[in-house]
């Protein structure tokens, strides 16, 4: 089966990432395991959760959920706040760890936009952000995440 181009870009993506948490897992310079790296990533993306949202979005029990997000605020890369409208509420949020952690992930991402940037005419350039854009805003309703922009 052939794929399309949206789909070999996104494999390229993909496989970049997974070799890269992997790496960082072998040289100890990750202390997540893999699924732990996938949902510290998802809880960043959904943009301060509740546990129970978060269970919700990747469609596992919330006791479940609540061992995940507990191993990772053991291992330093969430933490709950309380809710400032209602006390009983606590929300995730990824800590500065992960964020040194993130960042490092996101060199390859610029590295791929520059090498776009400079093949591309500007016009070609504002063209491809405009589909693009449109590709996140308009023709992926099922995923809404809020640490996107």
Not at 113 to 141: A, C, G, H, W
């Amino acid at each position: 089966m052939a794929l399309t181009v949206l789909s070999k870009v996104y494999e390229k993506f993909r496989v970049h990432y997974y070799r890269d948490v992997f790496f960082r897992i072998q040289s100890r310079e990750l202390s997540l395991t893999t699924v732990e790296a996938y949902c510290v990533e998802i809880i960043h993306s959904l943009g301060s959760p509740t546990i129970n949202e978060f269970a919700n979005f990747i469609k596992i029990s919330s006791p479940n959920a609540t061992y995940k997000v507990n191993s990772l605020i053991k291992k330093g890369y969430v933490k709950k706040v309380q809710s400032e409208t209602d006390k009983r509420e606590f929300h995730l949020q990824v800590t500065d760890r992960y964020y040194k952690y993130w960042n490092l992930n996101q060199k390859y991402f610029e590295i791929v936009e520059n090498r776009i940037k400079n093949t591309l005419t500007k016009d070609e350039y504002e063209f491809f952000v405009k589909i693009m854009q449109k590709v996140s805003d308009d023709l992926m309703p099922e995923i809404e995440v809020k640490n996107i922009d």
